[in-house]
T-cell receptor, first 113, second 114 residues
Framework: SQTIHQWPATLVQPVGSPLSLECTVE??????LYWYRQAAGRGLQLLFY??????ISSEVPQNLSASRPQDRQFILSSKKLLLSDSGFYLC????????????FGDGTRLSIL | AQTVTQSQPEMSVQEAETVTLSCTYD???????LFWYKQPPSRQMILVIR??????QNATENRFSVNFQKAAKSFSLKISDSQLGDAAMYFC???????????FGEGTQLTVNP
């Protein structure tokens, strides 16, 4: 069966520091991969999605970037964190066919001090 | 761009009763997919139910069912025999056919009272 791993679960970083969140999927090939951000009590905002290695689409211009160095690995990065980057970050995967549900990792709670 | 609206920020229900959560969406497409996700306090996103727009039959999954009204662009979730474990934030989501991206509503916080 397919599983998705996302880490770390919690992260506290100072303003201006770099960021790297990692997500890996097991049990499937060529998945579509997604990064979302969720503010407290709000819905999910799609940040990036990828349909293949090295293929990244950005949904919202911001301080963050994403990379997909391997088929089942998706990384969310920042060179210098802002206070506004605080939030709950979720990684998800789906099979490539349209209309299929997305399956989510357990999320990372990011606090910027 | 598609939008998804959940007009009820909060709902409550008595244990064992039935509750309906509302969702409307805006799209110019004729074919698409709709989903309900549940997010308990652990914040894990859990798929509850999926509906294909070209299917007139409403989807059901055990105690969860939907009322899909395509002309009205409405997609409500009915939870029967509510249980304490159903307490969560519920998100409605729209899925396009040209890819696999989802557009989420802002969510409805469901409280189940014993």
């Amino acid at each position: 069966s397919q599983t998705i791993h996302q880490w770390p679960a919690t992260l506290v970083q100072p303003v201006g520091s770099p960021l790297s969140l990692e997500c890996t999927v097991e049990g499937t090939s060529n998945p579509n991969l997604y990064w979302y951000r969720q503010a407290a009590g709000r819905g999910l905002q799609l940040l990036f999605y990828s349909v293949g290695i090295g293929q990244i689409s950005s949904e919202v211009p911001q301080n963050l970037s994403a990379s997909r160095p391997q088929d089942r690995q998706f990384i969310l990065s920042s060179k210098k964190l802002l206070l506004s980057d605080s939030g709950f970050y979720l990684c998800a995967w789906s099979v490539w066919q349209p209309g299929q549900p997305q399956h989510f990792g357990d999320g990372t709670r990011l606090s910027i001090l | 761009a598609q939008t998804v609206t959940q007009s009820q920020p909060e709902m409550s229900v008595q244990e064992a009763e039935t509750v309906t959560l509302s969702c409307t969406y805006d799209t110019s497409e004729s074919d698409y997919y709709l989903f309900w996700y549940k997010q308990p306090p652990s914040r894990q996103m859990i798929l509850v139910i999926r509906q294909e727009a070209y299917k007139q039959q409403n989807a059901t999954e055990n105690r969860f069912s939907v009322n899909f009204q395509k002309a009205a662009k409405s997609f409500s979730l009915k939870i029967s025999d509510s249980q304490l474990g159903d307490a969560a934030m519920y998100f409605c989501a729209y899925g396009e056919t040209s890819g696999s991206r989802l557009t989420f509503g802002e969510g409805t916080q469901l409280t189940v009272n014993p």
